[in-house]
């Protein structure tokens, strides 16, 4: 990876879980992540494989709703889009301390986007008001790296370049992925180590 230096926070929040378009399946690092950690929930969705925006934006609100300690996101894929477009749409941004935003598909519009994430198009660009870092490989299928950069500098994320590691996911050999859990460590989710290097991105 690829970075400079980011700032811990001085607690622990609760993490909520944001799988994207299937789900994040055994041996996916979220769900090996889910069960290290106590403070820890899963966004569960009605449907996986035909995403709905409404239907997903209400559920990440449930789950909201049942947290009364700050959360910090742990989103992957279409998860990462649904934290955006759900930011864009909501007036409670203050219930999240953080977010760690990993591999988000770029859709430009719904015409050209794969039917079953037609939904979630166009990507969201509005400004994020918590801290968050976007993480985004150089050989991801679904989003190159330049757009990534843009991406980040657009909701103020700082970025990380994973080098070559596909899209994040099993299927590139991701299941236990310990780089990530750093940076979900030094980001403060679950308590600070030893410092990682992050780009910030100007806007």
């Not at 994207?20 to 996916?28: D, F, L, T």
């Not at 690092?29 to 290290?36: A, D, G, K, S, V």
């Not at 801290?131 to 050989?139: D, G, I, P, Y």
């Not at 859990?181 to 180590?193: D, I, Y």
Request: with cysteine; aromatic share 10%; proline share 7%.
């Amino acid at each position: 990876m690829h970075r400079d230096t980011i700032d811990s926070a001085p607690a622990s929040p609760t993490m909520l879980f944001v799988p994207g378009w299937q789900g994040s399946g055994p041996g996916h690092w979220q769900r090996l992540w889910l069960e290290r950690y106590a403070n820890a929930y899963w966004l569960e969705q009605t449907n996986w494989c035909r995403p709905q925006l409404h239907d997903w934006l209400a559920s990440f609100d449930r789950a909201l709703e049942r947290i009364s300690t700050p959360v910090f996101l742990v989103a992957h894929s279409l998860g990462s889009l649904l934290v955006a477009h759900w930011a864009a749409k909501t007036d409670k941004q203050n219930r999240v301390s953080g977010a760690l935003l990993v591999a988000p598909p770029w859709l430009g519009d719904a015409a050209s986007a794969a039917i079953e994430l037609r939904d979630f198009a166009p990507t969201p660009v509005s400004r994020l008001k918590f801290r968050s870092c976007l993480v985004a490989s150089e050989n991801d299928p679904y989003l190159p790296l330049p757009l990534a950069r843009c991406i980040a500098s657009a909701w103020g994320s700082d970025f990380v370049n994973a080098g070559e590691a596909g899209h994040l996911n099993v299927a590139s050999g991701h299941g236990e992925w310990p780089e990530g859990e750093q940076l979900l460590r030094r980001f403060g989710a679950v308590g600070a180590e030893n410092a990682l290097e992050v780009e910030h991105v100007s806007a």
